[in-house]
């Protein structure tokens, strides 16, 4: 790519690091970094380690979720310039619920390259051992940290066939998996992956509260960062009066002995209808 003045312009690396195993950086990632002119990075002390660790010593400059858009022109100036620049975050592929789309989406705008570099992704990593089903999946990263931004994005995901892949911390791992069985019911099936490729990496799976109760009983249960995957909603035809049949009949048969907030509960975890749908319609059908 040739830039004003006849002058090559470099091209821009995204560059996947590790999540937690650092032999899990590609040899190709390896060689790219030691041969970039510049390298981004989310966290320039964090990321030091990385290529302290590699024998590397380069140009770093600090690009995050609060510099980026101010910061992105300077690394475009190195581009221009023709310095190779790459990208990297923390850990795993860069823009996913990373820093970088301000960055790359200009980059591309401008017309330089910008060349993947794959590796480590921690939901693409969780998914493959999780054996839930990946033929359809909705990655949504963070869910909001406030209960009720968290429960409303929820509710709104309730029918969504496709398997839920989330990102979550682990000062909020115990709310968000108690907002799911609220939400969800408790029998919606649910794998979390937790310090992956770590020396503690460890699997939870089972249905929604099974899953909770084992999370909060484990000393080690909020500790670590979580890959959170749900198993979507059993597929629904809206105008099939059978399915409509039966959904009245799970209502009915469990009206006469909960209460209306438990039956909407328990019919949205089999089903996989919306919590709030499933009340009003258990309204309707209670006997007076």
Same mark, same amino acid.
């Given at each position: 790519m040739v830039g004003a003045g006849g002058r090559a312009r470099g091209t821009l690396y995204i560059v996947a690091t590790p999540i937690g195993n650092l032999d899990d950086l590609s040899l190709r990632a390896s060689r790219v970094l030691a041969r970039a002119d510049v390298i981004a990075a989310e966290d320039t002390r964090h990321s030091g380690r990385l290529l302290q660790h590699l024998g590397i010593q380069k140009k770093m400059i600090a690009l995050h979720d609060h510099n980026e858009r101010a910061r992105a022109g300077s690394v475009l100036?190195?581009?221009?310039?023709?310095?190779?620049?790459?990208?990297? !975050?923390?850990? &795993? +592929?860069?823009?996913?619920?990373?820093? &970088?789309?301000?960055?790359?989406?200009? #980059?591309?705008?401008r017309g330089l390259t910008v060349s993947p570099i794959p &590796? #480590?992704?921690?939901?693409? !990593?969780?998914? !493959? #051992?999780? &054996?839930?089903p990946t033929d359809r999946l909705l990655f949504v990263g963070f869910l909001p940290a406030k209960r009720s931004g968290r429960r409303s994005a929820l509710e709104a995901l309730c029918a969504e066939t496709a398997t839920l892949v989330f990102y979550e911390s682990p000062h909020r791992i115990v709310d968000t998996i108690e907002d799911l069985v609220e939400v969800f019911g408790d029998r919606r099936e649910l794998v979390l992956g937790r310090e992956l490729t770590k020396t503690f990496e460890t699997f939870y799976s089972g249905t929604a509260q099974e899953v909770?109760? +084992?999370l909060v009983s484990d000393p080690n249960g909020s500790r670590g960062e979580f890959v959170v995957m749900v198993h979507g909603a059993a597929p629904e035809d809206d105008e099939s009066e059978d399915g409509l049949i039966e959904v009245d009949r799970l209502i009915s048969a469990l009206i006469e002995e909960l209460p209306v907030k438990k039956v909407a509960k328990i019919v949205a975890g089999l089903t996989g209808k919306p919590k709030n749908e499933l009340y009003q319609r258990a309204l309707e059908l209670k006997p007076d």
């Open positions: 100036d190195e581009l221009d310039a023709g310095r190779n620049v790459a990208l990297i !975050s923390d850990a &795993g +592929t860069p823009l996913i619920s990373d820093p &970088g789309y301000v960055l790359v989406r200009e #980059a591309r705008r &590796g #480590a992704c921690a939901f693409v !990593s969780a998914l !493959s #051992a999780a &054996g839930l909770l109760e +084992t």
